[in-house]
C-alpha cells in the first residue's frame, strides 16, 4: 500500500511521526513524499524496510540515522544527507550538499550527481558511491567503510584517515595529511565492481586508484613535528 | 687583609634556596620535561592554578530581616526539573547535583556502572561521555543523559531513542576548542569496536562536528534531534566556558532546552597541559555571564542552566544556585570519591597499598593526573583487565552516594540558614565576595560594602 504526505500542507513532523509509530501497524510499503521544497529532516531516524520517494529537493539531514529503509530523493538534498545512517539505501538523483554521509556507521549512501565538501566526513562504515565530483576535505577523519568517486576529487582528500578506503575514477586536486595512493588489489577491483553495481553505474573498475591510510598518524611521534 | 668574619667561618654551610617567580621550580620541570622529549605533557584531572572560585564568595545567612528555618527539621525542597521547554518528557530529579559526563573508554564499564548505580539510588542522572552508550550504564542509571559530541563515535538511532536526555556538546571546560584524546593503552578491544577505531592506535576525537559548523546550522541539527526522538526528551547544549554570554544566547536560540556550561576547571582524561592552565575562563566568571545572557532574553527558568568545572562542596553547589543556576554537574569530586588519588585501594575484602602504582606512574597519592595513561593505581581511569578490579562497583557506588548525600546535606543547610524552604530560592542577594576578583566576575558585592567592581561602567 502507497501512502502520501504532501509538504506543501502537511508538515516534516506529521510524516516522520508517521514513519516512527504508524508505519510499522500499517500495511504501507511506500511512502511518497510530495512538494518537499527543501524541507529539513525529512525521513529522519526511521527503522523500517519501507521504500520513501521524495519527489523534489530536501533541506538538511535528508534519511539522518536511517536503518534499513531505502529512500530516493528526486532532486538535491543539502547538508548531511543520510548523516549517521546504520543501514538502508538512501539514493540523490541530483547533487549533495557539505557532510554528505557524515559520520555513518552502515548501509549505502548513492550521490549521481555531485558532492560538496566533506562528503564521508568521519565516516565509520557506510559505503558511499558519488557519480560525480566530491569537494574539499571529503573523508576527513573517516573510520571505516568505502568512498567510491566516480568524477574528480577536492583538496585535501583523506585528511587523517583511519581505516576508510577511498577509490577515485578522476583527478584527485591533493590528498590530505596521511593519507596515500596505493596499487589495486583484486579484492579491490571486486569491491569497486560491487559498488558501482549496487549504485547502478557501469564504469570499469580498472580505472579508479586507491587512497588509504598510511597510518603514519596512529600513534604519537615527537621526532615526525606533528602538529599535534 | 681581610680576615673572615668569625661566626662567617663556622656557620653551617650556606644553600641558597632564593627562587625565581618567572622560572620557579615548576617552570624548571617543564621546560627539562619539554627538553628532554620534544613533546607537551598531556594529563588528566582539570586546572591546577588557582582562580577565582565559590570559595571567594560566602553567605550572609538570616539576620534582623531574614528569617531561617529550623536546620534538622524543616522541609528544604531539592527537586530539579530541566528541559521544560519542548521536550514532552522533561528530565526530574531528586537533587540538583547531577554527574557530568566521562566516557566509557576514559572510564572502566565498572565504573560507569557504579556511577549509574549511585545516580540512581540519588534520584539524578549520569552523563554518557564521548565513546557512545554502555549497556552497563544503561542498566544501572534510571536517568542518562546520551551525549552528541562531534565524534559521533559509537552513535547510533537506537541509543538515542534510549536516552532521557540528549546533550549536544560543543566544548568542554578543560580545553574549549579541543577535540578528545584517548591514548592506545585505553583503546581495548571493546572501546576500540565502540569507538570503530583499530585496537591501541592514539586516537584524537574531532575538535568540530561533522555535519553542522556554526549556530544557524545547530538549529537545523536540534531540530533533526528531536524530530528522531519524537520531540520527547529534552536537548541540552554544552559549551565550555569561553565567549559564555553569546554562546548562551546563540544555544537558546538554537533551540536548547537547557545549556551546560563548563568552566575552566572542569576535568579531562587527557589533554594538554598548556590547554588545560590557558584556555577558557573560570567557572564563577561564566556563571555569571549565562545568567546575564538567560535573563535579558527573558528565558530564566524557561530555559534551564547547568554549571560544572571544580564543584567540590555542597557550599559550592549553593553559592552555584544563588548566582543562578539550576542545577550542578560534578565529575572529578565523584573520581576522588571512589578513591581516585587514595594510597591503597579495597579490592576481595582488604585494603591493599597503591603506592607503587603511583610510583610506577611517577607519581604519588595526592598530585596524580595520570588517567591518560590508563594505568590508574585505584582501577577507575582505565581499560586494564587487571587494574579495574581494583574498583569494585558496589562499593564505588556507595562512596559516590555518600558523597552527595552529603553535599545535598550542605545545600539545603545553606538554603535554610538564609531562609529558603527550597534551594532553588536561593538567590544572589544572599551572597557577597572576599576578593575584588571575585565580586568584579560575579559581579556580587564586597563582603561588607556595596561596591561592585566595574558595576555602573565598563
Ligand atoms: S588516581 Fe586514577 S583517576 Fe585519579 S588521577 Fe590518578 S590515574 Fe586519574
Not at chain 1, 549504485?199 to 580498472?206: D, E, L, M, Q
Request: aromatic share 6%.
Amino acid at each position: 500500500m502507497e501512502k502520501t504526505f504532501d509538504l506543501a500542507g502537511g508538515s516534516v513532523r506529521d510524516l516522520n511521526q508517521f514513519l516512527h509509530t504508524g508505519l510499522a501497524q500499517s500495511s504501507v510499503s511506500r511512502v511518497e513524499v510530495a512538494n518537499p521544497n527543501g524541507a529539513h529532516s525529512i525521513a529522519v531516524g526511521v527503522d523500517h524496510p519501507v521504500d520513501i520517494q521524495v519527489r523534489g529537493h530536501g533541506g538538511y539531514y535528508v534519511g539522518g540515522m536511517n536503518k534499513q529503509a531505502t529512500i530516493t530523493v528526486h532532486g538535491n538534498v543539502g547538508w548531511g544527507v543520510a548523516e549517521n545512517m546504520m543501514s538502508g539505501l538512501v539514493r540523490v538523483k541530483g547533487f549533495a550538499s557539505e557532510s554528505a554521509g557524515a559520520s555513518g556507521h552502515g548501509g549505502t549512501l548513492v550521490v549521481e550527481g555531485d558532492a560538496s565538501l566533506r562528503c564521508g566526513i568521519s565516516m565509520k562504515g557506510i559505503d558511499i558511491v558519488v557519480g560525480g565530483s566530491v569537494g574539499n576535505y571529503s573523508a576527513f577523519m573517516a573510520q571505516a567503510g568505502h568512498l567510491v568517486i566516480c568524477g574528480d576529487a577536492g583538496e585535501g582528500l583523506g585528511d587523517s584517515l583511519y581505516e576508510a578506503v577511498i577509490y577515485v575514477r578522476g583527478r584527485i586536486r591533493s590528498l590530505g595529511a596521511d593519507a596515500q595512493e596505493e596499487p589495486m588489489t583484486d579484492a579491490d577491483y571486486l569491491k569497486v565492481d560491487e559498488l558501482l553495481k549496487r549504485a547502478g553505474f557501469s564504469h570499469n573498475p580498472t580505472e579508479f586508484k586507491r587512497v588509504a591510510s598510511a597510518r603514519q598518524l596512529y600513534h604519537w611521534n615527537a621526532d615526525a613535528d606533528q602538529e599535534y | 687583609m681581610n680576615k673572615p668574619l668569625e661566626h662567617a667561618v663556622h656557620a653551617p654551610k650556606r644553600v641558597s634556596r632564593e627562587e625565581s617567580a618567572g622560572f620557579d621550580r615548576r617552570t624548571i620541570d617543564y621546560i627539562q620535561n619539554a627538553a628532554a622529549h620534544g613533546l607537551y605533557e598531556i594529563r588528566g584531572l582539570g586546572a591546577k592554578r588557582r582562580v577565582p572560585h565559590f570559595d571567594d564568595l560566602v553567605f550572609l545567612g538570616a539576620s534582623v530581616t531574614r528569617y531561617p528555618l529550623e536546620g534538622y527539621r524543616e522541609k528544604c525542597h531539592t527537586k530539579t526539573v530541566l528541559g521544560t521547554r519542548f521536550a514532552k518528557k522533561p528530565v526530574e530529579l531528586a537533587i540538583p547535583i547531577t554527574f557530568a559526563g566521562m566516557s566509557f573508554g576514559s572510564l572502566s564499564a565498572r565504573v560507569k556502572e557504579a556511577l549509574g548505580r549511585a545516580a540512581s539510588e540519588l534520584g539524578t542522572s549520569t552523563t554518557t561521555g564521548d565513546g557512545g552508550m554502555t549497556q552497563e550504564e544503561r542498566r544501572s542509571s534510571k536517568t542518562l543523559v546520551y551525549q552528541c559530541l562531534p565524534s559521533r563515535y559509537g552513535f547510533n538511532p537506537d541509543d538515542l531513542r534510549k536516552a532521557d536526555a540528549i546533550e549536544v556538546v560543543v566544548g568542554q571546560g578543560a580545553k574549549p576548542g579541543g577535540g578528545g584524546m584517548l591514548l592506545g593503552q585505553k583503546i581495548n578491544p571493546r572501546v576500540a569496536k565502540m569507538r570503530t577505531l583499530p585496537e591501541g592506535i592514539d586516537q584524537r576525537s574531532a575538535c568540530r562536528h561533522p555535519d553542522w559548523t556554526g549556530p544557524d546550522d545547530l538549529v537545523i541539527k536540534i531540530q533533526e534531534l528531536r524530530e528522531i526522538t519524537d520531540w520527547q526528551v529534552p536537548i541540552y547544549v554544552k559549551v565550555g566556558a569561553t565567549r559564555v554570554y553569546n554562546d548562551v544566547k546563540l544555544a537558546v536560540h538554537a533551540g536548547a532546552d537547557v545549556v551546560v556550561v563548563d568552566g575552566m576547571q572542569g576535568g579531562t582524561a587527557a589533554t594538554q597541559t598548556a590547554f588545560i592552565e590557558h584556555v577558557g575562563i573560570p567557572t564563577l566568571a561564566a556563571l555569571r555571564q549565562a545568567v546575564e545572557a538567560l535573563e535579558e532574553m527573558d528565558m530564566r527558568g524557561k530555559v534551564q542552566l547547568v554549571i560544572s568545572g571544580g564543584i567540590r562542596t555542597g557550599a559550592d553547589v549553593a553559592k552555584a544556585l544563588a548566582m543562578g543556576a539550576d542545577a550542578v554537574s560534578v565529575g572529578q569530586g565523584a573520581l576522588f570519591a571512589m578513591g581516585c588519588n587514595h594510597d591503597s585501594y579495597w579490592q576481595d575484602g582488604a585494603w591493599h597499598s597503591a603506592e607503587a602504582g603511583y610510583e610506577q606512574l611517577g607519581t604519588a597519592p595526592g598530585f596524580c593526573h595520570h588517567c591518560h595513561t590508563g594505568r590508574c593505581p585505584v582501577g577507575i581511569t582505565t581499560q586494564d583487565p587487571l587494574l579495574e578490579l581494583r574498583l569494585d562497583p558496589a562499593r564505588g557506588a556507595a562512596h559516590l552516594k555518600n558523597y552527595f548525600k552529603t553535599m545535598n546535606m550542605e545545600l539545603t543547610t545553606l538554603a535554610r540558614a538564609c531562609g529558603k524552604s527550597n534551594v532553588h530560592h536561593l538567590e544572589r542577594e544572599d551572597l557577597v565576595a572576599l576578593t575584588l576578583e571575585a565580586a568584579a566576575m560575579a559581579k556580587l558585592p564586597l563582603a561588607g560594602t556595596n561596591w561592585i567592581p566595574g558595576a555602573g561602567g565598563l
